[in-house]
């Protein structure tokens, strides 16, 4: 069984910050990529950010320069430092993670998500 569990969503005024966390537990071998997306109602879940095994980064054009991925392997922990947010970036904020289990199994698990408001 493995979870992903978020943290850090709230409210916050635009111009502020926030930081995400997301820790994975659970029958986990090894993970491969973990990201961050985001949903608004009636939309469709939307990339945020995505980091590499390695390190490599990518970052949806809209949040490019305000946004940071990063993660602890040691923690099995994926962040998300958000700065200068704007009110389009109220949403759901959802943890993703491929990873492989200790039965050899590789899947990609989701978090519950954590809410987002940006709002004066």
């Known amino acids: 069984q493995v979870q992903l569990v978020e943290s850090g969503g709230g409210l916050v005024q635009p111009g502020g910050s926030l930081r995400l966390s997301c820790a994975a537990s659970?029958?986990?071998?090894?993970?491969?990529?973990m990201g961050w997306y985001r949903q608004v109602p009636g939309k469709e879940r939307n990339l945020v950010a995505r980091?590499?095994?390695?390190?490599?980064?990518k970052y949806a054009d809209s949040v490019k320069g305000r946004f940071t991925i990063s993660r602890d392997d040691a923690k099995n922990t994926v962040y998300l430092q958000m700065n200068s947010l704007k009110p389009e970036d109220t949403a759901v904020y959802y943890c993703?993670?491929?990873?492989?289990?200790?039965?050899?199994?590789?899947?990609?698990?989701w978090g519950q998500g954590t809410q987002v408001t940006v709002s004066s």
């Open positions: 993703n993670a491929d990873l492989y289990t200790f039965d050899s199994a590789f899947a990609d698990y």
């Open positions: 659970g029958s986990i071998f090894s993970i491969n990529d």
């Open positions: 980091i590499t095994s390695g390190g490599r980064t």
